[in-house]
DNA sequence: AATATATCGATATATTTTTATCGATAAAGA
DNA sequence: TCTTTATCGATAAAAATATATCGATATATT
């Protein structure tokens, strides 16, 4: 019972797909078509793992031929979950926070909804920004499970992170996009992204450092 | 001549190390030593895998004992180049580069130092934003090469993305850290990071929709 | 002092991810 | 119409990554 294990998407595959709809945007009103072929090169993959990839999200293409690049698009958004509005909750008025909020890709692009917005800080409950009213941090439990917001983003200093963490999964929330760097912990129905930049920045120096030296 | 091939560290170790670090951070007044095996424990990985992790430093352990916790910070901070200031330009001056600029822990902790913002927005000339000046992107160039700064970050809208690349790598800039969700186009030699947020929603919206919809 | 145990480093195995191959097929060109 | 070619989907091979095993060793326990 316990190795059920379903089979789930590879995530180097979820980690590419919103590339090629980044990509699949830009042209759409260059061709119909579009094949494994062309998206690898733009992306300097190879073209077989482009297929695997897109084989992901169900769609069925046609030899040589390739793919409708409408049809591709609305697929890989389905598949990802970007097709409908995602409702979230941002924690974190801070710096980083407001950015997330200001930054209308993610609303406009991807469907993320921040609905709310909650910060310890007393001085800022009742404002806006961005349109959207700041709530006290302890409010969240209780609205996340009236509301049934499904995910949550971590945006705070890391020492108050899983603290937050464990109000947003008692009030349901399913999601957690943690820009805090720190391991959560969370029950096994709970899925927790880490957006850490510093990783990302270690990946970057981690490389560059060992090429100067070479 | 072509399949040299220096041997290089995985990626994944590198996104894993920056972990290790801000745990050992947080407890280096607790004790002196510290496993492989508690390390795994704090994340929930596979103590043979952090094990493998910490050897790519260099450093050397003691069976029984484990590492000295400071002497692992330090090797593994030396590894990533967190040990020295690692400067930078910053170009896009909006809400996301303005963030990144504020957001003092990537100054404090990972020693990465943003001494000038671009941006190609003439009203914002000549201004300051967190104690640096904006300069218009025609710089780019002659500052890099003149400064030797070995890294760039691209916080800007992907249609600009690759034209400031371009500017970047003939000042000589190494590294790019790319915020734009666009593929870059560099010589060989330059190193590209893409720190794309849709990518990490894309992990997590992918996953929650996997798993509401079973 | 002898034995047990946790942990290291090294090596071997398993799993996951990427890349290559192959037959089938739809369009283009001879 | 027949051949060539690009591309698909499926399957196989290769490479990368993660996990397991094993002897050695330093500390703790009997």
Not at 74 to 81: H, N, S, T, V, Y
Not at 137 to 154: C, F, N, Y
Not at 163 to 174: C, F, L, N, R
Request: glycine letters at 8%.
């Amino acid at each position: 019972m316990k190795d059920q294990k379903i089979r789930c998407t590879p995530e180097p595959t979820l980690r590419r797909l919103p590339l090629y709809l980044g990509y699949l945007k830009g042209i759409e009103t260059a061709g119909q078509n579009i094949s494994c072929t062309q998206i690898a090169k733009e992306f300097g993959f190879d073209p077989t793992q482009v297929r695997k990839d897109i084989a992901e999200t169900g769609i069925i293409g046609t030899a040589r031929v390739g793919y409708n690049v409408q049809e591709l698009r609305l697929k890989i958004e389905a598949f990802l979950g970007w097709n409908k509005p995602n409702e979230a909750f941002l924690v974190g008025a801070g710096n980083l926070g407001t950015a997330l909020l200001k930054y209308s890709l993610f609303k406009d692009k991807y469907g993320l909804n921040i609905v709310a917005v909650f910060d310890d800080d007393k001085a800022k409950h009742g404002a806006y920004i961005a349109g959207k009213q700041i709530f006290p941090v302890e409010k969240i439990t209780d609205l996340a499970s009236r509301m049934h917001v499904p995910i949550g983003i971590i945006a705070i200093p890391p020492e108050e992170a899983q603290s937050v963490a464990d109000q947003m999964v008692e009030g349901g929330i399913k999601g957690i996009w943690n820009f805090a760097p720190v391991a959560l912990k969370v029950p096994e129905d709970v899925v927790v992204e880490n957006a850490r930049l510093s990783t990302s920045l270690a990946v970057l120096t981690g490389k560059l450092n060992k090429m100067l030296s070479i």
